[in-house]
Every structure is written in structure tokens, then in C-alpha cells.
């Protein structure tokens, strides 16, 4: 039986390499579409966790993955031998940026290695990794080629881009509509039917990875640069006291030639934050400078100082100084309703702070405690002692569970930084807006 009947069949053994917010989610939506799924992952304490039925991913259903775990559909391991029992491998390891925003391509590397080891014939790997246009090409087929087998003709590659978000109500991996773009013709068949059994949304396919990778960057890059326009207008309506919410609600009544995008004290989660810049190292081979990508990370980069900056320049307005301040944050996940907190800006906002010599304190549903530049932090309950005791309130996350009316009927100072309070601004002089 061929690769491709083995797929169409839904007798393909399937792995997924990288359980973490991309790979555990779809290696739950390919057991449900009736493949037997193995996945790998070199933390024992995923594999063990996954094999007992215990999800601790936000878009994975708890009763999906323990029903999975007890048909046998699904199961984890760390011992990358059993890559040899899979017919297809999705690799959907982190990308992370080193300290001088360049990729580190490691964990992509060390996978494609353990699968080079183990490849056979017939066999597809897709790369699920956000990474700069050329990845699956230059640097993931070479490792793959040692083996003395070749693309297109004994196995298959190809690049897909994960379109995780996590926390979003509408789309999730099942019904997010898939870019594939594989090395031949072959390979993107090959993946395109995979997808196609497996997901309830279009597959679309590009000429080669590099589309496909770089799709994946367009995206994300789009959304950088407006987030960095708008934030700079935020700032330049503040100066001329104009409610920026109100001009963006405004703006969206245009039917067509406007997109609305939203201010904040900065920008997290593992793609906007870091996708572009995959893209700006890249472009330096071609001698290219990503003028418009700098400068809109310089300005989100800049965006959690400016929040402290504003606090500062409300409490001393109000006769107090920032040093020594009692500042009650609430929220420290990079968005709302999730405990995600990749690169969230309120880890940059609490640096600022404590850089200053405030004393923060934590409140967040979401997130318990949590450990940053070596110091542990523990979310306070959100009493009425606790916010009349605070010299200020900062909104870092809109979280939906929080009765921002209460904490704005016992706070001195309210700083919304998400524009949660919207609706609650009548005649109310301790409340401030980004």
C-alpha cells in the first residue's frame, strides 16, 4: 500500500514531533479524524501527562484527549526510535529568537536529525515551526537527503504554517484554513490530502515552502506594523486629548479601506513578537534592511515604558510619586481569558515598574503564580482591601472574568491600558485610558 492510499485510507501511522500549543492540538485533531497518532516530545512530564489523559493545553478539549487516550488512538513517548513506525511527521518544535533577535533554529535541527535517523521510504515530513522563507529547503532537506533517499521520490517534505490562537472562540486548528507548500509536486499532494482528511477548513497550496513560509511571515508582519501605527497614534492622541477608542470605533464604520487594530501596553504570544524578525535575518543574506519592520518593533518594544511613564505622570498629578507605590497589575497573560504568557508585555510593564522602585502587585485569574527574572510571583485575590490599599490599578489583560466596575468603584487610581472600561466612564476622575 502506498503513502498516499495509507492517507486516504486513514491508515497512515501518524507522529507529531513537539507536543506543546501547536503540536498537542493537532495531534488531538488527527486522532479524531481516525489516525493512530504518536507523539513525541523529549519533556517527560508532557508524554506522561498526555498518556494519563490530562490536557494542559487551553484549545484542547479535556474529554477529547482522555477519550482518545483510552481508544488507543493517541499516545506520547520520548523514545524517537518509534519515528521509524510513523508513515507521516509534523515537526512543530519552538523557533525561539536569541537575545540579538536571531533565529535559533536548534530544536528544528535536532527533530529533523532524529528523523533523518529514522526515515524510510514512503514517508512525510511537513514542518509546522514558524521560521524564515528557505528553512525546510536549506536547511531541514540536506539532513533529511543523508540518508541516501531523495525528495519526491522516496519521501515527501513540506512546509505548513501553525495558525494557532490560542483562547480564539471561532477558529480553532480543526476549522483554521491550511497553507501547504511542499518541495515537489508530490510532496504537497501528499501533505494537501493529509490536511484535507484531518481538517474541516480549504487547504491551499503554494508553489514550494518558501511561499508557504513566507505566508507565515506576511501575516504576522502585517499585524506587527499596524499594532505599531496605532499604538504611535494612541500616543500622539493622548497628547492632544483625544479618546483614540472612540476615533478607532469611529474609523470602523467605513465599509471598506479601514481594518481596525487596537493599542496596548505592548504585544505577546510566540508569533507577532518574534515572526517578522525571522524575516529581517533573512533579509540581510539579500542585502535588504526591513526599515519598516524595525521600526515597528522598536515602537511595540517601547510600548510597556510608555505605560509606566503615563502611571507615572497620573500619580504625580495626583500628588504622588511613583517610587514607592503600591501598584496592583492585573493581568500577565499576553492576551485574554488564557494563561499563555509568552512574551507578554506586562512581564516588561513589571520590570519598568520595579526598575523604579514601585512594589507591584499581581491579580490573574488565569495565572496563579509564576517565576520571572529569577523572582516568583503570586496572584493576590481581588478583595476590596486589596485595591483601596493599592496607590494605583494597571489593566495589562482585558480578561473577562474580572469586575473591572468593582475595581473601579474601590480604586484611587485605574489605568486601563485594553479599554475594558468603556462603558463605565461617566463623571469618573480616577479612571485614565491608554
Not at 271 to 296: E, V
Amino acid at each position: 500500500m502506498t503513502l498516499m492510499e495509507k492517507i486516504l485510507s486513514k491508515k497512515a501511522e501518524v507522529g507529531v514531533v513537539g507536543l506543546g500549543y501547536v503540536g498537542l492540538p493537532l495531534a488531538v485533531e488527527k486522532a479524531k479524524a481516525g489516525y493512530k497518532v504518536i507523539g513525541f516530545d523529549l519533556q517527560k512530564s508532557k508524554v506522561d501527562m498526555v498518556n494519563a489523559g490530562h490536557n494542559y493545553i487551553g484549545d484542547v478539549v479535556n474529554e477529547d484527549l482522555q477519550a482518545l487516550v483510552k481508544e488507543g488512538k493517541i499516545q506520547a513517548t520520548t523514545d524517537f526510535e518509534r519515528i521509524m513506525e510513523c508513515d507521516t511527521v509534523a515537526v512543530c518544535v519552538p523557533t525561539p529568537l536569541d537575545k540579538f533577535k536571531q533565529p535559533d533554529l536548534s530544536y528544528v535541527i535536532n527533530s529533523t536529525k532524529d528523523i533523518a535517523k529514522r526515515l524510510h521510504k514512503d514517508m512525510l515530513i511537513v514542518l509546522e515551526s514558524t521560521t524564515y522563507p528557505g528553512t525546510t529547503e536549506e536547511v531541514m532537506l540536506p539532513i533529511l537527503e543523508e540518508s541516501g533517499l531523495k525528495v519526491g521520490k522516496d519521501f515527501y517534505l513540506a512546509f505548513s504554517p501553525e495558525r494557532v490562537d490560542p483562547g480564539n472562540i471561532k477558529f480553532k486548528t480543526k476549522n483554521t484554513p491550511k497553507v501547504v507548500g511542499g518541495v515537489t509536486k508530490e510532496c504537497t499532494e501528499h501533505a494537501k490530502a493529509l490536511y484535507e482528511r484531518v481538517l474541516q477548513a480549504q487547504v491551499f497550496t503554494v508553489t514550494s515552502p518558501k511561499e508557504a513560509e513566507m505566508t507565515k511571515i506576511l501575516e504576522n508582519s502585517f499585524r506587527l506594523i499596524n499594532i505599531a501605527f496605532i499604538n504611535e497614534m494612541a500616543i500622539i492622541c493622548n497628547k492632544m486629548n483625544i479618546n483614540i477608542w472612540e476615533v478607532i470605533q469611529a474609523a470602523s464604520t467605513k465599509p471598506f479601506g479601514f481594518m481596525p487594530f487596537y493599542p496596548g501596553p505592548g504585544i505577546g504570544g510566540h508569533c507577532i513578537p518574534l515572526d517578522p524578525f525571522y524575516l529581517q535575518y533573512k533579509a540581510r543574506a539579500y542585502d535588504f534592511h526591513t526599515t519598516m519592520i524595525d521600526l515597528a518593533g522598536d515602537i511595540t518594544d517601547s510600548m510597556p515604558e510608555y505605560v509606566v511613564e503615563r502611571l507615572s505622570e497620573i500619580l504625580n498629578d495626583n500628588k504622588k510619586c511613583l517610587n514607592g507605590s503600591r501598584i496592583l497589575l492585573l493581568g500577565v497573560a499576553y492576551k485574554n481569558d488564557i494563561d499563555d504568557m509568552r512574551e507578554s508585555p506586562a512581564l516588561k510593564v513589571i520590570e519598568h515598574l520595579e526598575k523604579r522602585h514601585a512594589q507591584v502587585i499581581i491579580h490573574d485569574p488565569f495565572v496563579p503564580e509564576f517565576s520571572h527574572n529569577n523572582k516568583k510571583y503570586y496572584s493576590s485575590p481581588l478583595t476590596k482591601d486589596l485595591i483601596e490599599n493599592m496607590d494605583a490599578v494597571v489593566i495589562t489583560t482585558g480578561h473577562t472574568t474580572v469586575d473591572y466596575g468593582f475595581v473601579a468603584d474601590n480604586a484611587k487610581i485605574l489605568f486601563d491600558t485594553k479599554n475594558v472600561t468603556k462603558n463605565m466612564r461617566t463623571d469618573r476622575k480616577n479612571l485614565f485610558i491608554l
